[in-house]
């Protein structure tokens, strides 16, 4: 299991510090919420940010582009840093289009579902997909409760992958707790994106073993003998 603290939560007033105290604790990952105010009802931060905090950080830079028409600004979010560029399926016209854009910019490519997109819309991109996102809130805003429906999603993405013979690793973003962590990983999530309860109780390297503890007492899923013959998806 991978645990991706979302920069979201961290203090935007010491952002270089964040990164440093978050590798000096172990974690490997940095997951960093773009939104546009369109696609989502807020604003955070673009290129010319993540430019500065690649400078100071050698964590996996894992961009989550909550905005419209991601297409444009591929490039400049790739320039800029990025390891990974994950657009969600509701904001592409041709999402098989801007996958291959991504990849061939030299980075990683991601989709997102939102709540209410179900993940057979990710189907015809399996093979294009380097992490498939499972969105446990409504994206927009951190601190929301995790809607316990996203369970199912994370196992019929995994009964997907497997299905299309697909390389994606199953990421999960938000609400995501220690609490949640066991059911989520023997859901078949291998990323899990946490904002709030990640940065909420410091120090980051035992929050990280909070998270960890939590995984490993993960039991196998009943449902996922079910979801691997079955196309619930
Ligand atoms: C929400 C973002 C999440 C958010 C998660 O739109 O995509 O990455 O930061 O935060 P928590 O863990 O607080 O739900
Ligand atoms: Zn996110």
């Known amino acids: 299991m991978i645990l991706a603290p979302s920069l979201l939560s961290a203090d935007f007033g010491n952002l270089e510090r964040e990164l440093r105290a978050l590798e000096d604790a172990g974690l490997t990952w940095m997951h960093i919420d773009v939104m546009d105010g ?116 994370v196992r019929a993405l995994r009964a997907m992958l497997r299905e299309r013979g697909g390389q994606a690793v199953t990421a999960v973003d938000g609400g995501v707790d220690p609490d949640n962590t066991p059911d989520l990983v023997a859901a078949g999530a291998e990323v899990l994106v946490s904002g709030s309860a990640f940065f909420s109780r410091p120090p980051y390297a035992a929050r990280l073993q909070d998270f960890l503890r939590a995984a490993a007492t993960a039991r196998p899923d009943p449902q996922h003998r079910r979801c691997g013959t079955d196309r619930d998806y």
């Open 38 to 153: 369109s696609f989502v009802p807020n604003i955070t931060l673009g290129p010319p940010v993540i430019k500065r905090l690649r400078k100071c950080s050698r964590l996996f830079f894992d961009v989550h582009l909550m905005i419209v028409a991601p297409e444009r600004l591929l490039a400049a979010f790739a320039d800029a840093g990025a390891d990974m560029l994950v657009v969600h399926a509701e904001a592409c016209t041709h999402l098989d289009d801007t996958l291959r854009e991504i990849r061939r910019l030299g980075i990683k490519a991601g989709a997102a579902v939102s709540p209410d997109t179900p993940v057979r819309a990710l189907e015809s991109v399996v093979p294009l997909l380097d992490s498939a996102l499972v969105m446990s809130v409504h994206p927009g805003f951190g601190g929301q409760a995790f809607i316990p429906e996203s369970l199912g999603k």
